[in-house]
């Protein structure tokens, strides 16, 4: 109704900041107000299409969340982790030395590390997800002891030291609400696709051809 876009449009004049103005909001767009009213009531449309379809979705279980918990368990889980990369098991053992004499992890490596991005950085690698890693580096990020560094681990890169300062994986309830997520969005796009190939739409032939068939 003409109400409801009044008010959805007041509300994305209002984000914009205290004091803002139509005008100025269209200016920011680059939109008329016809084209904005337009687009609101798209929004207003869609809003209710998917409150439909999540009111209809079947929800999802505790034993689906475990299973994907269980089956992409990386995928859930944040690391930050720093490391030390060197060339052979040897000089992983000197390093490991060295830290247990109580030396700055950050300093041996920027002394030894053979990896350019993060020895500079004091072997620092941010933090991200484990699966980002070769296999034998994230299932070490799994298991290390938080803050202590671990001892040598074999890559196709070489050895390395690896110390994890955090690791943090996902609730049942983050891993609901994503597949729930995943799942409308999956909704809409059949809705989406259903009510084009149904709708009787006239193309000018200067235009083009209507194609029912989207991909």
Request: aromatic fraction near 6%; charged fraction near 25%.
């Amino acid at each position: 109704t003409s109400d409801q876009v009044d008010s959805r449009l007041d509300e994305l004049v209002a984000a914009q900041g205290a004091g803002a103005t139509l005008e100025e909001y269209l200016i920011q767009v680059n939109a008329t107000e016809e084209g904005i009213r337009l687009f609101v009531g798209q929004l207003i449309i869609q809003d209710a299409i998917q409150a439909a379809l999540t009111e209809s979705a079947d929800p999802v279980s505790d034993e689906i969340v475990n299973n994907e918990l269980l089956e992409n368990r990386l995928d859930w889980t944040v690391v930050c982790a720093a490391h030390i990369l060197v060339e052979t098991e040897e000089e992983a053992a000197a390093v490991s030395a060295r830290l247990d004499d109580g030396e700055v992890f950050a300093a041996v490596a920027q002394e030894v590390s053979l990896d350019p991005v993060s020895g500079a950085e004091g072997g620092d690698l941010g933090c991200g997800s484990p699966a980002r890693y070769v296999d034998s580096f994230s299932g070490a990020t799994m298991t290390a002891e938080i803050d202590a560094p671990t001892g040598p681990i074999e890559s196709e890169f070489g050895y390395h030291i690896i110390v994890v300062s955090q690791r943090e994986e996902a609730t049942q309830q983050v891993v609901r609400d994503a597949m729930a997520r995943d799942a409308l969005a999956a909704a809409v796009d059949v809705w989406f696709v259903g009510a084009i190939g149904a709708a009787n739409v006239s193309v000018d032939d200067e235009i083009g051809v209507w194609v029912t068939e989207p991909t």
